[in-house]
C-alpha cells in the first residue's frame, strides 16, 4: 500500500536563475505596472473616444489587432479544444495539506507606488530590479541563505500598485543575516531604498517576519498548483490529523471537521 506522500506528484526545485512569474516587479512586461493602473471604465473611454476620433476602417483594425491574439488563444479553451494551459496542467488533484519540515519564518516584504509620475516609475522599476536580482541570488544557492521559497503578487488600483512578496526561510536569523551581508544583492538595493525612503515618499516599502514553529499552523489547498507552503515545504492529502484546520495546527486528532464540511462525504 503506498503512503500518502506517495500519491502526490514531487515539486521540483529549480536550480539557477529562476523562471519568475510575470509581474511588475520581475520586469517580464515593461508596460504591467502601467496597464494596472489604468482602470476598465478608462480603457472603455479611451477607445470610445478613439472611435470618435479615427476613421472607422482605423478603428476597426486596430481593435482586431488588440482582440484577435486573444480571441484566438482563448475560444478553443473555452469550448474544450486544445491543451491546457501550464497552470491548469500542475494542478494537484483533491484536498491537500502543505507541510514544512522543522520551524521556519514566515516573511512578508512588500512595495508601494504612492506617486505615479513618469520619473517615478522609472524609481519603481530600479526597485523591481533590485528585488529580481534578489531573487535570482536566493534560488541559486537557496539551502546557503536557508531560503524555502516564495511567491508574488501584484495588485493595482487608482490609489496605488502594490506589489507583495510572500517568502519562506529557515529561521528569522537566516533573513537577517541574508539581508546584513555587504556581499549579498540585498545590501545595494536596501542601501538605494533608504536614501531614496528619505528624499520622497513617492515609493513606499514594508515588511513584517513571524517565527512559525513546527506543526503549529494550518495550510490547505483544493484542486491547486503547488503554491505556498505547500511548494516551500510538500503536500500531502489531507486525510487523518490533516483531516481539520485545528488538526493541521496540532490542536486535535482531525475528526472534528464537520460532516456537512467533510470532502470525501
Known amino acids: 500500500m503506498p503512503t500518502p506522500e506517495a500519491l502526490v506528484p514531487p515539486v521540483h526545485k529549480q536550480h539557477g536563475p529562476p ?6 516587479m520581475q520586469g517580464d512586461d ?21 472611435a470618435l476620433i479615427l476613421p472607422v476602417p482605423i478603428t476597426v483594425a486596430l481593435a482586431a489587432a488588440c482582440l484577435l491574439p486573444s480571441l484566438a488563444a482563448a475560444l478553443p479553451r473555452l469550448f474544450g479544444f486544445g491543451s491546457a494551459p501550464p497552470d491548469a496542467r500542475n494542478v494537484v488533484r483533491g484536498r491537500m495539506a502543505g507541510v514544512i519540515e522543522g520551524d521556519f519564518c514566515l516573511f512578508l516584504i512588500g512595495s ?14 530600479v526597485m523591481g530590479d533590485a528585488f529580481v536580482a534578489m531573487m535570482h541570488e536566493l534560488e541559486a544557492s537557496p539551502d546557503e541563505f536557508g531560503y524555502l521559497g516564495s511567491e ?7 490609489n496605488g500598485s502594490h506589489t507583495l512578496l510572500i517568502q519562506y526561510w529557515r529561521s528569522m536569523d537566516h533573513v537577517n543575516r541574508y539581508a546584513r551581508a555587504r556581499t549579498n544583492e540585498h545590501h545595494s538595493g536596501w542601501k538605494w531604498l533608504m536614501e531614496m525612503g528619505r528624499r520622497s515618499p513617492h515609493l513606499g516599502f514594508w515588511h513584517e517576519s513571524y ?7 494550518d495550510c490547505i489547498y483544493v484542486n491547486m498548483p503547488p503554491i505556498g507552503a ?5 503536500l500531502i492529502p489531507a486525510a487523518g490529523r490533516f483531516n481539520s484546520a485545528a488538526g493541521r495546527a496540532g ?4 475528526n472534528d471537521q464537520p460532516d456537512e464540511l467533510n470532502y470525501e462525504k
Do not use: C, E, H
Request: aromatic fraction near 6%; proline fraction near 2%; charged fraction near 25%.
Open 19 to 24: 523562471k519568475l512569474a510575470t509581474n511588475t
Open 30 to 50: 515593461k508596460m504591467m505596472l502601467i496597464k494596472r493602473m489604468l482602470s476598465i471604465r478608462f480603457m472603455v473611454g479611451l477607445g470610445l473616444v478613439a
Open 112 to 125: 508601494r507606488l504612492n506617486d505615479a509620475t513618469l520619473s517615478n516609475l522609472n524609481d519603481y522599476k
Open 152 to 158: 508574488t503578487f501584484v495588485g493595482g488600483n487608482p
Open 211 to 217: 517565527n512559525i514553529k513546527a506543526g503549529d499552523y
Open 230 to 234: 505547500g511548494k516551500a515545504g510538500k
Open 251 to 254: 490542536k486535535s486528532d482531525g
